[in-house]
Antibody, heavy 121, light 107 residues
Framework: QLQLQESGPGLVKPSETLYLTCAVSGGSISTNDFYWDWIRQAPGKGLEWIGSIHFRGSAYYNPSLQNRVTIAVDTSKNQFSLRLSSVTAADRAVYYC?????????????WGQGTLVTVSS | DIQMTQSPSALPASAGDRVTITCRASQNINTWLAWYQQMPGKAPKLLISRASTLDRGVPSRFSGSGSGTEFTLTISNVQPDDFATYYCQQYKSPPWTFGQGTKVEIK
């Protein structure tokens, strides 16, 4: 059974860069069948798609965050990562790593448990 | 971006009730719509894709319908495990967007 597990600091200072990784177990990240995405949820709020990456390196980002986001994949470690720069209090959220279908894109069948990131000095 | 609007925001229900949640898209998304269930403190779980296809293992008391811009999720015979928040999501075109959620709560 494929599992995803987020890891990274739970506290980031304003204006700094948030960095999270997602370890994929029970399956390979190097598959043509899936994209690997990040989705976030501010406390008590709805879900916001951040971006996607394919193991071959193709990345897609939400235009609302595109200037600050980088998603990368490390096939040797079977993991992918999220960098979000210049964070503010508005970036406080639970960050989920998810598996998305390659065709059609944007359909999510496996989710990590989520990790809460707080932005505070 | 395609805007997704759910109603109601909260839906009081009793076990055994039949409840319906509506999701409207700001433009035609055909049937590229998914429904997710989120329990408190947990990650969302995929229930339905292509507007009406139940994911593996999802009980048959859940059903989805609709196409174009209007969609519904129905839970017939609500069970205790069904008290949760439900989100619709379009995957017709990026950025993929979600509704604001509907909380099915105990009446």
């Amino acid at each position: 059974q494929l599992q995803l597990q987020e890891s990274g600091p739970g506290l980031v200072k304003p204006s700094e860069t948030l960095y999270l990784t997602c370890a994929v177990s029970g399956g390979s990240i190097s598959t043509n069948d899936f994209y690997w995405d990040w989705i976030r949820q501010a406390p008590g709020k709805g879900l916001e798609w951040i971006g996607s990456i394919h193991f071959r390196g193709s990345a897609y980002y939400n235009p609302s965050l595109q200037n600050r986001v980088t998603i990368a994949v490390d096939t040797s470690k079977n993991q992918f990562s999220l960098r979000l720069s210049s964070v503010t209090a508005a970036d406080r959220a639970v960050y989920y790593c998810v598996r998305g279908a390659e065709n059609p894109r944007g359909l999510y069948d496996r989710w990590g448990q989520g990790t809460l990131v707080t932005v505070s000095s | 971006d395609i805007q997704m609007t759910q109603s109601p925001s909260a839906l009081p229900a009793s076990a055994g009730d039949r409840v319906t949640i509506t999701c409207r898209a700001s433009q035609n998304i055909n049937t590229w719509l998914a429904w997710y269930q989120q329990m408190p403190g947990k990650a969302p779980k995929l229930l339905i894709s292509r507007a009406s296809t139940l994911d593996r293992g999802v009980p048959s008391r859940f059903s989805g319908s609709g196409s174009g811009t209007e969609f519904t999720l129905t839970i017939s015979n609500v069970q205790p495990d069904d008290f949760a928040t439900y989100y619709c999501q379009q995957y017709k075109s990026p950025p993929w967007t979600f509704g604001q959620g509907t909380k099915v709560e105990i009446k």
